[in-house]
């Protein structure tokens, strides 16, 4: 059963979107990869990551997944590798959202990365080493964040936060 539960955390004012209940179903007759979306997934310093990420999202239903690796790591047949480098590959208009975190590392190479992500128009979803990266000032209406307590912990001290309080109380807090 699928079921959309309260978690308590009201909108934030210019922070944070509140998004609706998923729509779940099955691709229509007439679908194709690019009408149910095309992802790219951001590569980094540690390909096993970014290669599950990129299998997870196949196994979700995204219409199409694209690996953005300058390098590119051994892949399954099915994954698009694209080894252009990442601002000329971010500049696909068709990219309908993108990932970036895992496997991305946290070196020098891994905050350009990111910063080009940030700089894109598509909306980002950013997880693991990502999120351990992001320093304030941060502006970025079209991200959703999905840290783990200590990822969590992590953003408080970079943002200024004291994360005292409940979980939803120190989402708002960083929000």
Do not use: W
């Not at 990442?86 to 020098?108: P, Q, V, Y």
């Not at 350009?112 to 992500?117: G, I, K, Q, T």
């Amino acid at each position: 059963a699928l079921r959309l539960v309260g978690i308590g955390v009201a909108p934030v004012r210019n922070a944070a979107l509140a998004l609706g209940r998923p729509l779940l179903s099955p691709p229509a007759p007439d679908a194709h990869k690019y009408r149910r979306g095309l992802l790219a997934v951001v590569a980094g310093a540690m390909p096993g990551a970014t290669l599950l990420a990129c299998e997870a999202a196949q196994g979700a239903g995204a219409g199409y997944v694209k690996l953005l690796a300058e390098v590119a790591p051994a892949v399954p047949a099915d994954l698009v590798v694209s080894d252009v480098p990442l601002d000329e590959a971010l500049s696909d208009k068709r990219i309908a959202a993108l990932l970036a975190g895992a496997g991305l590392g946290r070196d020098g190479q891994a905050r350009r990365r990111l910063a080009s992500v940030l700089a894109a128009e598509a909306p980002a979803v950013l997880d693991a080493d990502a999120l351990l990266l992001l320093q304030p000032p941060l502006v970025a209406p079209r991200l959703i964040a999905t840290p783990h307590e200590g990822e969590l912990k992590a953003l408080e001290r970079a943002f200024g936060c004291d994360g005292a309080g409940a979980k939803t109380d120190r989402a708002r807090a960083l929000a």
